[in-house]
């Protein structure tokens, strides 16, 4: 089982700014896509950003310019910067990666989440 570990949730005022991370074991053979979710309360939860491993990256529409999703591959990790923040980004944020293994069959896994309170 590969375990995905989030970082850098926590609280902040309105127009502030976090940097999550999540990073894969070292010890697995490859990571294709990584991503990031985000799930309200009461709400379902909805894709933010994801990027391949060529860096090819894709956001939710109302997120564009305000969030960034990066990755290092040599640490198998992602980054999601967000920026401008606002109260109704308040959610619990998931990584997601879709993980190779040496017989080169893919599977999804999903981090614990991390959560993000913005106050007003």
């Known amino acids: 089982q590969v375990q995905l570990v989030e970082s850098g949730g926590g609280l902040v005022q309105a127009g502030g700014s976090l940097r999550l991370s999540c990073a894969a074991p070292?010890?697995?053979?490859?990571?294709?896509?990584m991503g990031w979710y985000r799930q309200a309360p009461g709400k379902q939860r909805d894709l933010v950003a994801d990027?391949?491993?060529?860096?090819?990256?894709n956001y939710a529409d109302s997120l564009k310019g305000r969030f960034t999703i990066s990755r290092d591959n040599a640490k198998n990790t992602v980054y999601l910067q967000m920026n401008s923040l606002k109260p109704e980004d308040t959610a619990v944020y998931y990584c997601?990666?879709?993980?190779?293994?040496?017989?080169?069959?893919?599977?999804?896994?999903w981090g614990k989440g991390t959560l993000v309170t913005v106050s007003s």
């Open positions: 070292g010890s697995i053979f490859s990571v294709s896509a």
């Open positions: 997601n990666a879709r993980i190779i293994d040496r017989w080169f069959d893919s599977t999804n896994y």
């Open positions: 990027i391949t491993s060529s860096g090819i990256t």
